[in-house]
């Protein structure tokens, strides 16, 4: 089974993107399901979260999958605006596995959502140290917190990091384009 920990990539601090990185482990059933709902967006994100709660609650698993159904179920909630429940889940996976960059990524983007930014910040930076499958998205996400932190210079950094690590990414190009260096 591809079971997936999915990477939510911010719209300007307001809207969840596409979600893609993924953790490959063996199994299959419900968990499976719940990676393509994550993944794939094959039903709504409400309907997802129930099909992975039934993975978490009627399926033994490796803690590796287990920690990557929590991730999934908390993008589902993410994208049905239930940031407190996403945090939860994320919570929940990273004490079952805390070396999983994306958990730290989703987290990151859910602090967004709810403004708490210096706290996004910390969750963004260990899934840079943690060497997230979704770096782009990471720098992304970290250069829209600073932004609003008003470290104007080091959101300018992470945009430039994040188009580095995913060139023609027209989001960050936009991004990058608000911005006037000068050399004084």
Avoid at 22 to 46: H, M, N, W
Avoid at 52 to 64: D, F, G, V, Y
Avoid at 88 to 108: M, V
Avoid at 167 to 183: C, K
Wanted: hydrophobic residues 40%.
């Amino acid at each position: 089974m591809k079971n997936a920990i999915c990477a939510a990539t911010l719209l300007l601090g307001l809207a969840a993107g596409t979600a893609n990185a993924q953790v490959v482990v063996l199994g299959g059933g419900i968990a499976e399901d719940c990676y393509e709902a994550a993944k794939f967006e094959t039903v709504s994100p409400r309907k997802g979260a129930e099909i992975c709660t039934r993975a978490i609650e009627l399926e033994a698993m490796k803690p590796s999958n287990r920690a990557a159904t929590f991730t999934n179920r908390g993008v589902l909630q993410m994208r049905a605006g239930l940031y407190e429940k996403a945090l939860s889940d994320y919570a929940t996976a990273k004490r079952i596995r805390p070396d999983t960059g994306e958990t730290y990524l989703n987290e990151g983007a859910a602090l967004i959502f709810l403004e708490r930014y210096d706290e996004a910040l910390q969750s963004l930076d260990q899934a840079i140290a943690l060497g997230s499958k979704d770096m782009h998205a990471a720098y992304y996400n970290r250069a829209l917190a600073r932004e609003k932190l008003d470290d104007v210079e080091g959101a300018y950094y992470d945009f430039r990091r994040a188009l580095e690590l995913k060139p023609d990414w027209e989001l960050a190009e936009w991004q990058l384009s608000r911005f006037e260096v000068s050399t004084n």
